[in-house]
């Protein structure tokens, strides 16, 4: 345990670097602008691989941890993997609304600012290869460094504290506030999963069913209606329809997360919670995510404040 205790602050030195590395990417995915004569979305995949694929392949080399027990690859069963997809299909309208909901909050905190989140599906690029991006590779990337590399160090020094902790880093890797709430609960969600099954798996059929909804309503919108999305947030009624979609969306998705709550039961029937004493919080377990957390979040805060 003292082994796998020290690997984190190392991890959370690699969650750190990850971030870093990822401002560039979403300046520039924020800009519209990937590098000339790049597909957006190759461009996008790129970029999860190079940002948060290898540096969890590194940090793996380095630790000279068990693949099975850093990454949590361990077998799920067909039913619990069903469920779990199905619970990422039915957090999508709770993901929605926290997204809506921190994009009113921005609104108010910046009233000039358009009230509007930059789309993945940038004009010029093949829907199909971002959708993939979105749907698959997102998924796979980043749940292998926090459902599988941070969940995994964090959990032998925090018990189940890590579900929610990771939970709340995942959402700051995100690049705009409206993505960010709404990944923090999602985060929660496919952490509480991988912590209970101990597969990898679970995080990614949930993260997976929960960016399917999304993808797919983003590519058939850019397929059908090409800048539909774009026209609709430069509306001058924009801050109604997120008035109005935040208040449809809190209702779809409490209603959802009664069968969730269903779902996630019978997942922890068929894998009971350890019997063995969890490890709980404190400050010298808990000093290097906390500082990593307070300083993305301050760097968050002051970027806010900078675009006022």
Excluded at 288 to 306: C, H, K, R, S, W
Aim: with cysteine; glycine share 10%.
């Amino acid at each position: 345990m003292n082994a796998q205790r020290n690997l984190l602050p190392w991890s959370t030195l690699l969650y750190v670097v990850v971030v870093l590395a990822s401002v560039p990417m979403t300046a520039r995915t924020a800009a519209g602008a990937p590098p000339a004569g790049i597909d957006p979305g190759l461009a996008m995949i790129g970029a999860q691989a190079a940002t948060i694929l290898l540096p969890a392949l590194v940090f793996f080399a380095a630790s000279r941890q068990p693949a099975r027990e850093l990454f949590n690859l361990r077998r799920l069963d067909f039913g619990s993997g069903a469920k779990s997809l199905l619970v990422g299909l039915l957090c999508w309208p709770t993901f929605t609304f926290l997204s809506v909901l921190a994009l009113i909050l921005v609104g108010l905190l910046r009233p000039a600012a358009p009230i509007n989140s930059p789309s993945p599906l940038s004009p010029g690029g093949s829907p199909w290869i971002t959708f993939l991006g979105v749907v698959l590779v997102a998924p796979l990337f980043e749940e292998l460094l926090f459902r599988g590399v941070l969940l995994s160090t964090y959990r032998k020094a925090l018990g189940a504290h890590a579900v929610w902790l990771v939970g709340i880093l995942f959402g700051f890797l995100h690049p705009s506030l409206d993505q960010a709430l709404g990944a923090v609960f999602l985060g929660m969600v496919a952490g509480w999963v991988v912590f209970r099954t101990g597969s990898i798996w679970a995080g990614i059929l949930v993260h997976l069913g929960s960016n399917l909804v999304g993808g797919a309503l983003l590519l058939l919108t850019s397929l059908a209606a090409p800048g539909a999305m774009e026209a609709a947030a430069q509306a001058e009624d924009a801050g109604t329809m997120a008035w109005m979609g935040a208040l449809v969306w809190a209702v779809i998705g409490f209603v959802l997360l009664v069968p969730v709550f269903f779902l996630l039961r019978s997942i922890a029937r068929r894998y009971p919670a350890s019997k063995e004493p969890s490890p709980g919080l404190s400050v010298r377990a808990v000093w290097a995510p906390a500082a990593a957390a307070i300083g993305v979040v301050g760097y968050t805060v002051f970027e806010l404040l900078q675009g006022a």
